[in-house]
């Protein structure tokens, strides 16, 4: 009996442990889906609250234009995500950088702006110029700057033309050279001499011809100054317009596009710029006087700005051809004289004739139009 009453008490114990152990195991089981501590719990939370941010993919100067290419996103939980942070590129694209973005940095509403003032931290065109790049400004007219078309970020071509004349390679002035009267020394009758005497004159160093009819020299001289040789040719092939027109002197908002260099370029070729943004190229100071600009400021390299040096200080004619947008192949032209047009489109000199049309035209002039003429006012 002392046996079996033992036996019974041990299977009890058994019975109060397993009881206790599956209660335990139920109420940890019941929990787990309400949030318990578990770690397996919690990943599921985490991942479905992750926000995604934009950041710089490289490093932006600041002024600089913000294109998509220099844009990434990283993802954060939602609860290190700042309510200044941006969410969205969109937000950034086509915004101007207000400080320098160094590579990896998280942008916020405050690192962009539609426009920046001028005159802070430096000039605000200054930032539009390329590494290696540098900016002159040129005179303009209607006719030279493409009739006014010109924008900030056009590509254009700038064209010459050169007056040459032959000059004497001492003197450094133009041919014919002037002569003058030398008068010979006199004796007189007490021996003595008189100092040779030179009177100038207006008259043109010529050359002497014996005429074969006659048989008498005659002393040919020009009829008229000589004649300039003209050349034209594309100096610069490709420089980018960075304003039309005079800066503001004041802190006026300006919008300016960013020159954009591409890899490998060479030398002497400006960097591709992004497409011109007609809604982003209003010029202020244009808006607010409405007068034609008389000047223009191109990005070039440096040996190109001293060429452009050198001619305006030889007062050499230059002309802007606008380039066509996107366009980045290289050009390539040839001198243009007379002869080249004559050459060139098949130009006949005509011969001289024993007749010819009357009346006498010795320039061309368009023809006057009636509805040309300005009518008479009446008394």
Same mark, same amino acid.
């Given at each position: 009996?002392?046996?079996?009453?033992?036996?019974?008490i041990?299977?009890?114990?058994?019975?109060?442990?397993?009881?206790?152990?599956?209660?335990?195991?139920?109420?940890?089981m019941?929990?787990?889906?309400?949030g318990?501590?578990?770690?397996?719990?919690?990943?599921?939370?985490?991942?479905?609250?992750?926000?995604?941010?934009?950041?710089?993919?490289?490093?932006?100067?600041?002024?600089?234009?913000?294109?998509?290419?220099?844009?990434?996103?990283?993802?954060?939980?939602?609860?290190?995500?700042l309510?200044?942070?941006?969410?969205?590129?969109?937000?950034?694209?086509?915004?101007?950088?207000?400080?320098?973005?160094?590579?990896?940095?998280?942008?916020?509403?405050?690192?962009?702006?539609?426009?920046?003032?001028?005159g802070?931290?430096?000039?605000?065109a200054?930032?539009?110029?390329?590494?290696?790049?540098?900016?002159?400004?040129?005179?303009?007219?209607?006719?030279s700057?493409?009739?006014?078309?010109?924008?900030?970020? #056009?590509h254009?071509?700038?064209?010459?033309?050169?007056?040459?004349?032959?000059?004497?390679?001492?003197?450094?002035?133009?041919?014919?050279?002037?002569?003058?009267?030398?008068?010979?020394?006199?004796?007189?009758?007490?021996?003595?001499?008189?100092?040779?005497?030179?009177?100038?004159?207006?008259?043109?160093?010529?050359?002497?011809?014996?005429?074969?009819?006659?048989?008498?020299?005659?002393?040919?001289?020009?009829?008229?100054?000589?004649?300039?040789?003209?050349?034209?040719?594309?100096?610069?092939?490709?420089?980018?317009?960075?304003?039309?027109?005079?800066?503001?002197?004041? #802190?006026?908002?300006?919008?300016?596009?960013?020159?954009?260099?591409?890899?490998?370029?060479?030398?002497?070729?400006?960097?591709?710029?992004?497409?011109?943004q007609?809604?982003?190229?209003?010029?202020?100071?244009?808006?607010?006087?409405?007068?034609s600009?008389?000047?223009?400021?191109?990005?070039?390299?440096?040996?190109?700005?001293v060429?452009?040096?050198?001619?305006?200080?030889?007062?050499?004619?230059?002309?802007?051809?606008?380039?066509?947008?996107?366009?980045?192949?290289?050009?390539?032209?040839?001198a243009?004289?007379?002869?080249?047009?004559?050459?060139?489109?098949?130009?006949?000199?005509?011969?001289?004739?024993?007749?010819?049309?009357?009346?006498?035209? #010795?320039?061309?002039?368009?023809?006057?139009?009636?509805?040309?003429?300005?009518?008479?006012?009446?008394?």
């Open positions: 009996m002392m046996k079996i009453g033992r036996l019974l041990l299977l009890a114990l058994i019975l109060i442990l397993g009881v206790l152990a599956a209660f335990l195991w139920l109420r940890r019941s929990a787990a889906p309400s318990g501590t578990g770690g397996e719990a919690e990943a599921p939370s985490v991942s479905q609250n992750m926000i995604p941010v934009v950041v710089a993919a490289q490093p932006i100067r600041r002024g600089t234009r913000i294109t998509e290419n220099m844009l990434t996103e990283v993802e954060l939980p939602a609860d290190r995500v309510a200044t942070q941006l969410t969205d590129p969109k937000e950034a694209i086509g915004k101007l950088a207000v400080r320098d973005l160094a590579q990896g940095m998280f942008l916020t509403k405050g690192d962009i702006a539609e426009h920046l003032a001028a802070s931290e430096g000039s605000l200054s930032l539009q110029i390329p590494p290696g790049y540098v900016a002159i400004s040129i005179p303009m007219t209607r006719l700057g493409v009739a006014y078309a010109l924008r900030p970020g #056009d254009v071509a700038v064209l010459a033309t050169f007056p040459f004349v032959d000059v004497d390679t001492d003197f450094q002035s133009i041919l014919p050279n002037k002569v003058a009267v030398v008068a010979p020394p006199q004796a007189t009758e007490e021996g003595q001499t008189i100092t040779a005497g030179l009177t100038p004159t207006d008259a043109w160093f010529g050359r002497s011809l014996t005429d074969n009819n006659l048989g008498m020299p005659f002393y040919v001289v020009p009829s008229e100054p000589q004649r300039s040789r003209l050349v034209s040719q594309m100096l610069i092939k490709d420089a980018v317009v960075l304003y039309v027109g005079t800066f503001p002197l004041s #802190d006026q908002q300006m919008a300016i596009p960013t020159p954009q260099p591409e890899e490998g370029q060479a030398q002497g070729q400006q960097p591709q710029q992004n497409q011109p007609p809604n982003n190229q209003q010029q202020p100071q244009e808006a607010a006087t409405n007068q600009p008389d000047i223009i400021t191109l990005v070039v390299s440096p040996q190109e700005a060429t452009l040096k050198y001619l305006m200080d030889r007062q050499i004619v230059m002309t802007l051809a606008l380039r066509a947008g996107g366009d980045t192949t290289d050009i390539s032209t040839d243009v004289t007379l002869s080249y047009v004559l050459d060139t489109y098949g130009i006949v000199v005509p011969a001289k004739l024993p007749y010819d049309v009357a009346p006498r035209i #010795d320039t061309v002039a368009p023809p006057l139009l009636p509805g040309d003429m300005t009518p008479t006012p009446m008394p």
